[in-house]
Nanobody, 120 residues
């Protein structure tokens, strides 16, 4: 079982920055991939950024060049740096931990979510 606790959301003006944190209850070395998703009202949850165990990163096209995902292995924490924020970035942001088990079985764990609101 993996518990994830997010922090760092809030209200910011367009063009501003925020840093989200996700603290895991286990060593993140044991997690195949960690990521951030967002979900706006009435929309599906979407992947924003992901970082693999070996440090490879990937981003949604809408945030490339503006957001950056990073990890601090010593603190078992993953961060999402949000820069040049736009009103359309407004959403609840969820931290995700993905583990692959036997026969490629996949298990996802989620944090409780943190609200990011960008005013125009």
């Amino acid at each position: 079982q993996v518990q994830l606790v997010e922090s760092g959301g809030g209200l910011v003006q367009a063009g501003g920055s925020l840093r989200l944190s996700c603290a895991a209850s286990v060593s993140i070395f044991s997690i195949n991939a960690m990521g951030w998703y967002h979900q706006a009202p009435g929309k599906q949850r979407e992947l924003v950024a992901q970082i693999s165990r070996d440090g490879r990163t990937s981003y949604a096209d809408s945030v490339k060049g503006r957001f950056a995902i990073s990890r601090d292995n010593a603190k078992n924490t993953v961060y999402l740096h949000l820069n040049s924020l736009k009103p359309e970035d407004t959403a609840v942001y969820y931290c995700n931990a993905r583990l692959f088990g036997a026969m490629a079985a996949m298990t996802d764990y989620w944090g409780q979510g943190t609200q990011v609101t960008v005013s125009s």
